[in-house]
């Protein structure tokens, strides 16, 4: 399996779940089904992990929520983490 | 152009809107342009944690630039249609990339 750019290894994770790490701390785990050149993606069963420093109680709030199919916007974008491993 | 094309296919169906600001807005998606700007009618603001006043606004143009993400029909899309399009875009950019490499 050659890669040659980052965008090979967007290719490769077509319909595999991915991680993708947003702005704001944000974490979306989903299927990837669609990219573009942006990082602007559809991902399909999105479960999005928001992480939220309380300034006043010092406390950290995480809230979970599940989307079934989610268009993001690829200016949000930090990385994206896939599961495949160099054979 | 995918994201464009893909879009045009959800004409006419209702979906919701989350902007970068935690706003988000359900309507029906009413036209897409390539900057992915949308216009959508007939809205429900779903939540506005700062409390915005929206009035009766009904149709609404949102740039591109402002959303973080859109929910969609799961039912309305064809998951292997749009594998197959983003195959066939990526392999456009990459010629693209080794031409100006040259």
């Known amino acids: 399996m050659v890669l040659k750019s980052p965008y090979d290894l967007l290719k490769v994770s077509l319909d595999e779940k991915i991680d993708v790490k947003l702005k704001e701390n944000i974490m979306l785990k989903g299927i990837l089904h669609g990219y573009d050149k942006h990082l602007n993606m559809v991902l399909e069963d999105v479960e999005e992990t928001k992480t939220d420093v309380n300034v006043e109680t010092e406390k950290i709030e995480v809230t979970k929520r599940n989307i079934d199919m989610l268009f993001v916007r690829g200016d949000t974008v930090i990385l994206v983490n896939t599961k495949l491993r160099e054979e | ?102």
């Open chain 2, 1 to 102: 152009m995918l994201f464009y094309s893909f879009f045009k296919t959800l004409m006419g169906k209702r979906i919701t809107v989350e902007l970068k600001n935690d706003i988000v807005i359900e309507g029906l998606l009413h036209s897409v342009d390539q900057y992915l700007n949308l216009k959508i009618n007939d809205i429900r603001i779903i939540s506005h944690p700062k409390k915005e006043l929206f009035g009766t606004l009904k149709n609404i143009f949102i740039r591109g630039s402002v959303i973080r993400y859109m929910h969609l029909p799961k039912d309305d899309i064809d998951t292997d249609i749009l594998q197959d399009a983003t195959r066939r875009e990526h392999n456009t950019h990459r010629i693209v990339i080794d031409n100006k490499k040259k």
